[in-house]
């Protein structure tokens, strides 16, 4: 009786895995139907291929002139200061800064999905003062989130240029109520000590 029953639970066991052999060699069998269908669809359609696979990256020596499409709102970093001369007796503290993406429209919606903005904020013990330090867009938000469609162009089109602001003070208000401001490190005499915790 016992060999009966191993001999089904086997059999069934067998089955089973064939089966998902069977679904494993569809998936790739449509995955290259796919690419050839692609490929073929692009030599028919008379568009040259002119990708190369990886694309390689491109240097600039200089910020790149942004396309005259790309209007700003708002200006970049209105507030941007120079970063201060550290004197060498100073205690910098480091901390890390964080708030879901579009916080101010969605609430905490985007933290569940892990899409989060991040910056570093910098505290002086001698002078006292809070410097930020973050990254973030020149043409704002939704122009780099959302591709433009313009008549002219072929593909989607990306406002997408960013840069880093660093300014005076850390929105204390905002980062707590918001996400995270949480100090990690402490810079002092050319050493870092990391924050344990």
């Known amino acids: 009786m016992a060999q009966e029953v191993d001999t089904a639970q086997?059999?069934?066991?067998?089955?089973?895995a064939g089966a998902a052999r069977g679904r494993a060699s569809w998936c790739w069998a449509l995955a290259l139907l796919w690419l050839a269908a692609v490929q073929g669809w692009s030599r028919a359609s008379g568009i040259p291929s002119r990708r190369h696979w990886p694309v390689p990256y491109k240097r600039f020596d200089f910020r790149p002139k942004p396309d005259p499409y790309c209007q700003a709102k708002y200006t970049f970093c209105p507030t941007g200061s120079p970063i201060p001369v550290m004197e060498g007796d100073d205690d910098i503290e480091v901390f890390r800064l964080q708030a879901p993406v579009w916080e101010f429209k969605y609430g905490?919606?985007?933290?569940?999905?892990?899409?989060m903005h991040d910056a570093i904020g910098f505290r002086s013990t001698l002078t006292g003062k809070?410097?930020?330090?973050?990254?973030?867009e020149l043409f704002q938000l939704g122009n780099c989130t959302f591709p433009h469609l313009r008549p002219e162009m072929d593909a989607p089109f990306w406002c997408n240029q960013g840069a880093a602001c660093f300014?005076?003070?850390?929105?204390?208000?905002?980062?707590?109520?918001?996400?995270?401001l949480v100090q990690?490190?402490?810079i002092s005499d050319g050493e870092t000590e990391a924050q344990r915790g």
């Open 108 to 115: 905490d919606l985007l933290e569940h999905l892990k899409i």
């Open 130 to 136: 809070n410097y930020t330090m973050e990254w973030y």
């Open 167 to 180: 300014f005076e003070g850390i929105d204390d208000v905002h980062w707590k109520e918001n996400g995270t």
């Open 184 to 186: 990690v490190a402490t």
């Open 10 to 16: 086997g059999a069934e066991m067998r089955r089973g």
